[in-house]
């Protein structure tokens, strides 16, 4: 279920989290190519459609033929931004880009006192080599834990 500010429960059988994100609203009145859903048009290597050597990853960019089930999420942000630097790196040594990247969603519910761990990828690999339960009340923990480590990776490294 959901608690409200108030501190009313409201029971649900399923609480679905769907944001409607969008790409930036400036990028139509730019000379970018412009996705259907409003973000950066990238080919499968990140490089902006149309124009040579220039590229865009993270929630700006879209992904080229996704799986319907593919979020923007940091996570995919961050494993987009690794395959775009590769990249990068490969045309200033005179190479053609060739890293792509593997679809992934994969998130905690925390819901109370009960976790559940919803997971997918392009590779079908599960997350952390199987090692945690699918339904725990320890994924709570686990989820507040990992996104500790998280924050830190991203204020540090």
Not at 139 to 153: A, D, G, I, M, Q
Request: proline share 7%; hydrophobic share 35%.
């Amino acid at each position: 279920g959901l608690k409200d500010k108030d501190g009313t429960v409201r029971k649900a059988d399923l609480v679905l989290y769907s944001p409607g994100i969008t790409g930036p609203g400036w990028l139509e009145k730019t000379c970018i190519a412009v996705s259907p859903g409003g973000h950066v048009d990238v080919d499968q290597y990140g490089q902006v459609k149309g124009l040579k050597n220039v590229f865009a990853a993270g929630d700006c960019a879209s992904h080229e033929n996704p799986p319907p089930w593919v979020p923007h999420q940091a996570h995919m942000a961050q494993l987009r931004s690794q395959a775009v630097a590769k990249n990068m790196n490969a045309i200033l040594n005179n190479k053609n880009p060739c890293t792509t990247y593997r679809y992934e969603l994969s998130c905690i519910l925390n819901m109370e006192n009960d976790g559940m761990w919803m997971h997918m990828s392009s590779d079908g690999k599960p997350p952390f080599w199987n090692i945690f339960p699918r339904r725990s009340k320890k994924l709570v923990r686990v989820k507040n834990t990992f996104e500790r480590l998280y924050l830190l990776y991203l204020r540090y490294f």
